[in-house]
């Protein structure tokens, strides 16, 4: 088949799917779109990088940025503040439900004061910012639930079919080779392995999930169709990810399917602590026997993996061995700029993150910074946590999060514009959820509204319109 008929077909499927999907979600916001676009960049490439189809990466470009990327990004921003303010969101009531993400932010923004790069510093900070907006805009939704279903499962219906169709039609676009190997590295969509190992678990978590929770009615006949059709998805995607050989994706992937899986079972739902416990228990575990005991490079090796983690213990050691500020970093993304770059990439090449997010943190933000992030993560899990047993979502949410811990010893993804970030946000953020009649906000908790009560990010909407149509 000709690559232009098969890219043409690719867009003509996805038109589609868009318009007769048989898990279309009623009620949702057409303004889904915009958050939409953000995840669809960050999760494949920036929109300079679709427009040149160059991968390269100089020192100038990685201080300065494309004038395309601020100008799509900058516009995305915008809409998404107007979106906000028209829907009257609750800033204080989201300021005060996650004040260790405000501090976060608000240290970073201040970082930029002993940054080598200031400008550059806000910049990026700016930039990130739109991600949280972004993530507000779909959990501020008149239907949350449905309006994070239907984000994840247009994602998916995006980027998994197009990057089938240009490691198959457009290779010199997707796939890459090794320059002392010639081992092929196939990237799809995106700009690397990593990045399509990211994607692919991602949407395999969710696609597993949204079958689980739908399999109890798989005789429904829509139901029916929305499961065959998540199967095809699951199959492209495990397709991508044996291509994209990311051991930390497809471990990551069983563990986050594992949790969903667990989450369903009648002891868990008896007792939802013992699964609450063994998360955390088992991350503590890891850590202590990993690099308390030194078992590391056993661990890595049991999962297919070189010993030192594919050379990332020799750039660990070279990092941690930089002279940086141990308690306040270098200042907000200003790690990787100027001098230090180009001893980095003299010695591994064009390297632009530590590949630990933990460590990613430490060098930017010190030990403030990590302080700060470590605190969200726990305020994040009692947020999980508290709606676990009347939110059907919130089994997607604590994969996300265990996820994410295991996922950061291997790579960097506490970042802004990640793509495993944003997907935490969704299921960890407290959000006032916005009576669609009314404009004011109704805060859930345990699927009950109450003007006093909280939200965990993925609270279900069907009594938060009861109530709003009540009123």
């Not at 916001?29 to 990088?49: E, Y």
């Not at 199967?231 to 495990?238: G, H, K, P, R, Y």
């Not at 949410?397 to 495993?420: D, R």
Request: hydrophobic share 50%; glycine share 8%.
């Amino acid at each position: 088949m000709p690559p232009s008929i098969a890219l043409a077909l690719w867009f003509v499927l996805l038109l589609a799917l868009f318009r007769f999907d048989p898990a279309r979600e009623p009620g949702t916001s057409v303004a889904l779109w915009v958050p939409l676009m953000w995840l669809f960049f960050i999760g494949s490439r920036l929109p300079s990088q679709w427009l040149t189809g160059e991968q390269g990466t100089t020192i100038g470009a990685f201080e300065e940025g494309s004038p395309v990327d601020r100008a799509v990004f900058t516009g995305l921003i915008l809409l998404a503040i107007i979106i906000l303010f028209s829907r009257s969101f609750n800033w204080g009531g989201f300021f005060a439900r996650n004040a260790f993400l405000l501090a976060f932010l608000s240290f970073a923004l201040i970082s930029m004061l002993w940054s080598d790069f200031p400008f550059v510093a806000f910049k990026r900070w700016f930039r990130d910012l739109g991600t949280y907006l972004m993530i507000l805009v779909v959990l501020s939704d008149p239907s949350p639930l449905g309006a994070v279903r239907t984000l994840f499962r247009r994602f998916c219906y995006l980027l998994i079919p197009l990057s089938v169709v240009l490691i198959k039609y457009y290779p010199h676009l997707s796939v890459w080779f090794n320059e002392w190997t010639g081992t092929a590295m196939y990237g799809g969509a995106t700009t690397g392995k990593n990045s399509l190992g990211a994607v692919c678990m991602i949407c395999g978590i969710f696609l597993f999930w949204d079958t689980v929770t739908r399999w109890s009615d798989r005789k429904d006949k829509r139901t029916k169709r929305i499961i065959l059709l998540n199967f095809a998805f699951i199959a492209m995607t495990l397709w991508l990810l044996n291509l994209a050989t990311s051991s930390t994706s497809r471990v990551c992937l069983a563990l986050g399917c594992l949790i969903v899986a667990a989450a369903r079972l009648k002891a868990i739902k008896r007792h939802p602590a013992y699964l609450k416990v063994l998360v955390p228990a088992s991350f503590c575990l890891y850590l202590i026997a990993a690099f308390g005991f030194g078992l590391n490079g056993e661990m890595a090796a049991a999962v297919g993996r070189n010993p030192s983690l594919t050379d990332r213990t020799p750039i660990w050691n070279a990092l941690l061995a930089m002279k940086t500020n141990p308690v306040v970093g270098t200042g907000y993304e200003s790690f990787w700029l100027g001098p230090r770059v180009n001893v980095i990439w003299q010695q591994f090449g064009r390297l632009n993150e530590a590949h630990n997010g933990y460590l990613e943190v430490y060098l930017n933000l010190g030990l403030i910074g990590l302080f700060l992030l470590c605190g969200f993560l726990i305020a994040s899990y009692r947020n999980i946590c508290r709606s676990f047993t009347s939110n059907p979502s919130a089994s997607l949410s604590l994969a996300l999060w265990a996820v994410i811990l295991f996922y950061n010893i291997t790579e960097a993804a506490f970042i802004g514009y990640h793509l495993m970030w944003i997907t935490l946000l969704v299921g960890a953020l407290a959000v006032p959820v916005i009576a669609p009649e009314r404009r004011e906000p109704i805060l859930l908790r345990n699927n009950k509204a109450h003007p006093t009560r909280r939200v965990t990010g993925l609270a279900s909407e069907a009594k938060a319109q009861k109530h709003s149509k009540g009123a």
